[in-house]
């Protein structure tokens, strides 16, 4: 089966990387002029040379002839992207490589490539990864969601890599909300550790901020244990305790009173935005996301986010 990866960040570069160790990969970018003559993303993926077996285009005709496209472009363009390239898209085994919920619809990326590309087979590839661990061969273990479970057996086979170990699940909103919702939390997390609050309070916003992702995820009629695998308990462990994270990186410059680089794409920011609105349509008590988006959007300082939470009600576990 051939596979091609669309969209060339860090992720993307990291995945087309691995995936070439086992046979030929094609990786699409709107600009590779740089990374064409260098071999290598230095912009986003320094010190990762690509393989003999990859090769870049910037023509979308030439992603065509692959069996499996990975979508690695950002949750906010995905609709835009699959929208626009439909007729290449379509009848393909299409798996989502981005974590978030879309903030116009509040629906997580398999459910837009469903909308958008209806004769595709979609999933989504998730879970605790950095892209510098994966493009430099080091082992990660990712959840492969996809409701075919068939289809499900056939990309785990075809993804798998010497040091990517794939899970399969057919539960595609569990996987799509752990992998969104761990985000918010960096945030939380991050801004926590910013501002000065310690690894307590870090300790008690992750906890509590995974009893938050169950909540939606029973409201949302996923299964709960999906969460406790990598796409949700695994990812959040990995996001909320290091600054490779873009989320928690986020959090950290809230939390110091810092201006964070608006260039750099936090999918986070948009999911607590998504999130709280779900929450609240829904009458869901979800008060971290809740915090989250109110810093975001400058209705409260990081102290005060702190404070409020403190303040809540005092509740059984």
């Known amino acids: 089966m051939s596979i091609a990866v669309l969209g060339a960040g ?66 906010q363009k995905l609709r835009q992207m699959l929208s626009a390239n439909t007729e290449v898209l379509s009848g393909k085994h299409l798996v989502a490589c981005c974590k978030g919920i879309e903030l116009s619809t ?31 061969g080091l082992p990660t273990a990712l959840t492969l969601a996809c409701a075919d479970d068939a289809a499900g057996r056939h990309l785990q086979q075809a993804l798998t890599t010497a040091n990517l170990r794939l899970y399969r699940t057919t539960d ?8 969104a919702l761990k985000n918010v939390i960096a945030i939380a997390c991050g801004a926590a550790m910013g501002a000065g609050l310690g690894e307590s309070a870090r300790a008690a916003l992750m906890t509590r901020g995974y009893a938050e992702m169950q909540r939606l995820a029973r409201h949302l009629n996923a299964n709960p244990s999906t969460l406790s695998g990598l796409s949700g308990f695994g990812d959040l462990t990995l996001t909320c305790t290091s600054d490779q994270s873009r989320n928690y990186r986020l959090g950290l410059a809230l939390g110091l009173g810092e201006t964070f680089d608006p260039g750099t794409t936090v999918e ?49 576990e």
């Open 172 to 179: 595609t909103i569990g996987a799509e909300l752990g992998g």
């Open 10 to 75: 860090a992720f993307g570069s990291a995945l087309a990387i691995s995936l070439a160790g086992s046979g030929p990969v094609t990786l699409w970018a709107r600009d590779l002029r740089d990374m064409a003559a260098r071999r290598e993303n230095t912009a986003r993926l320094p010190d990762c040379p690509f393989p003999k077996n990859l090769t870049l285009t910037d023509n979308l005709n030439d992603i065509a002839g692959a069996d499996i496209i990975l979508l690695a472009v950002p949750m």
């Open 268 to 316: 986070g920011a948009a999911t607590a935005r998504a999130v709280y609105d779900l929450s609240q349509a829904a009458d869901l008590d979800m008060p971290i996301t809740a915090a989250v988006a109110a810093v975001l959007d400058g209705r409260q300082d990081v102290p005060d986010a702190m404070k409020s939470l403190l303040a809540r009600p005092l509740k059984e």
């Open 106 to 136: 509040g629906i997580g990326p398999v459910s837009v490539i469903q909308q958008e590309v209806p004769d595709a087979i979609a999933a989504i590839l998730t879970g605790p990864s950095f892209a510098a661990d994966i493009a430099r």
